[in-house]
């Protein structure tokens, strides 16, 4: 049973415009999200999270939203650059537990010059 | 060093035998996490230590895996038994205190059991 769901396997952009990658939940006792950048053969690195308390935070090019009630997250990176080609996973967890993350499956960012 | 180290990089083992992978978190990161990474899968727990105990061990498939982490430092997961099935990239992450702050990941250690 997946509780963190990356519907989109893969995603292609062109350079310079808007990637949106897209994550959903279903267990609502989680109240904190990550997103993680992975490169072949390397482990995954983080990239930016989100408070249940938010519902947007940003980071430079990168911004993460949060729907609660659609139990909804995404990642918007503008504008996208061929370096950021990667596997994208996106991260749950529950404060105050053993705050172990639970992964998506990850979307492959291809990033077009 | 700088980042958390994972060692060896690769391991190929026949079914049936013993392997054992090192984890070498951060230096002063008292929380750290092993993980497996089967292909097309995200990462999938499966232990957390908070210093040298076991905090969560709800991960682990069965009793064929064990981890330990005596001195709250480096840790080593052990497989005994191996089979097929438990081939994988397995990583380590440490962090300061859990995962709510950032976890840091090793590059992993891909198993391959023949």
């Known amino acids: 049973d997946q509780q963190v769901k990356q519907n989109s396997p893969s995603l292609s952009v062109q350079e310079g415009r808007i990637s949106i990658l897209n994550c959903d939940y279903t267990?609502?006792?989680?109240?904190?999200f990550l997103w993680y950048k992975k490169y072949p053969a390397e482990g995954p690195t983080f990239l930016i999270s989100i408070s249940s308390i938010k519902d947007k935070n940003e980071d430079g090019r990168f911004t993460v939203f949060l729907n609660k009630s659609a139990k909804h997250l995404s990642l918007h990176i503008v504008p996208s650059q061929p370096g950021d080609s990667a596997v994208y996973f996106c991260a749950a967890s529950r404060l105050g537990g053993s705050e172990k993350l639970v992964f998506g499956k990850g979307t492959k960012l291809t990033v077009n010059p | 060093g700088a980042g958390v180290s994972q060692t060896p990089s690769n391991k190929v083992t026949e079914k049936g035998k013993y392997v054992e992978l090192r984890c070498d978190p951060i230096s002063g990161h008292t929380a750290l996490y092993w993980y497996r990474q089967s292909l097309g899968q995200g990462p999938e727990f499966l232990i957390y230590?908070?210093?040298?105990?076991?905090?969560?061990d709800s991960g682990l498939p069965n009793d064929r895996f064990f981890a330990v982490r005596p001195e709250g430092s480096v840790s080593t997961l052990k497989i005994q038994r191996t089979e097929r099935g438990d081939s994988a990239v397995y990583l380590c992450a440490s962090s300061l205190q859990g995962a709510n702050t950032e976890a840091f990941f090793g590059q992993g250690t891909r198993l391959t059991v023949v």
């Open positions: 267990n609502s006792m989680f109240d904190y």
């Open positions: 230590f908070q210093g040298t105990g076991a905090a969560d």
